[in-house]
């Protein structure tokens, strides 16, 4: 038995993974005052609570797995960078295996919802899948025949920093037309917002009542009632998230590309126009290697269930 570690900013979740199935849920709050070992030793405390939640002594836990943001060293359990936080060479793994006595293991948080969504979740029927998330940013992580893919020193699989504008907007990364500044929420936001300013008479601004309220939803929204506005919003975002998808099925040939993150609830509104646009693009026919797109399935559980597998493969 193992128990899964999801750490942000803002919040620790862990649940115990037996059995293929999450028990004992529990949560704490993180906080970027807290030194690395104040955090290390909080998250043992909600470990052992998440063990005692699901009625298993601790004593019986075999390891804990941490999905954690920031640039991580997974072979050394060592979190290299986590702006958020400032931390630098922090050695989580071995922090949190001082105060269990337990064996810990970290990889970065996308990597893991990837592995959890494909040991768990839309990824089961397939032994290699990418997933994207959509949010914020654009994260994800890659599985290759059955096994995380991380790269040299877990420094690869950075899905949102690949340029699919050359020239085009500027990154946080100090990189111009990456995939994040056009496939993310963040960036359906913005042309949403482009579109609704340059059309007045868009029913987008029926849906948001001002640019201040626009979300991911409100193009396909306005979509959805014959919105002109809307529609070009989407057939951009569709474009670029399209070409991104294109890339990395063309270079990696997963058998299915699986999409998280808040804009991935629209479903089928979402999936059907992308397979139109991405199909036709792939350099080998679909019907030569089957692909499939499809959104992902286990929502905010995918890093929970993807830390644990991730300790399980390691132990």
């Keep these: 038995m193992v128990i899964g570690i999801d750490l942000g900013g803002m919040s620790a979740k862990a649940a115990l993974l037996a059995n293929g199935a999450l028990a004992g ?20 405390k ?59 293991f970290v990889t970065n948080d996308a990597n893991a919802a990837a592995l959890g969504e494909a040991k768990f979740g839309a990824g089961t029927r397939f032994s290699s899948s990418i997933l994207i998330t959509l949010g914020t940013g654009v994260g994800g992580g890659i599985i290759l025949d059955g096994k995380l893919f991380e790269g040299y020193r877990s420094a690869g699989a950075e899905i949102g920093h690949t340029v699919i504008r050359m020239g085009g907007d500027l990154c946080t990364c ?70 991104g998808i294109a890339n990395f099925v063309n270079i990696l040939r997963p058998q299915a590309v699986i999409l998280g993150g808040g804009v991935s609830a629209e479903g ?28 992902a399935s286990l929502g905010n559980d995918a890093g929970l269930y993807g830390a644990a597998q991730y300790a399980f493969e390691r132990i």
């Design 25 to 44: 849920k529990s949560r704490v709050e993180t906080s970027a005052t807290s030194s690395p070992e104040q955090t290390a030793i909080a998250l043992v």
């Design 268 to 295: 089928e509104a979402l999936l059907a126009p992308l397979r139109e646009y991405v199909l036709p693009r792939l350099y080998v026919s679909d019907s030569y290697a089957p692909f499939e797109l499809l959104c």
């Design 174 to 243: 100090g990189r111009k037309g990456c995939f994040e500044r056009y496939a993310s929420a963040t960036a359906l936001i913005k042309r949403t917002r482009e579109e609704m300013s340059a059309h007045p008479d868009s029913a987008m601004w029926q849906l948001a009542e001002s640019l201040d309220k626009v979300d991911g939803r409100t193009a396909f929204d306005g979509a959805r009632k014959g919105d002109r506005a809307a529609q070009r919003v989407l057939a951009d975002y569709i474009a670029a998230l399209g070409d």
């Design 46 to 104: 909600l470990a052992m609570e998440a063990a005692a939640k699901a009625n298993v002594p601790f004593e019986k836990v075999n390891a804990i797995g941490i999905g954690s943001p920031g640039v991580v060293d997974s072979a050394n359990g060592v979190i290299v960078n986590w702006s958020n936080f400032g931390w630098r060479d922090v050695p989580l793994a071995a922090l949190i295996k001082q105060y269990s006595g337990k064996p810990a």
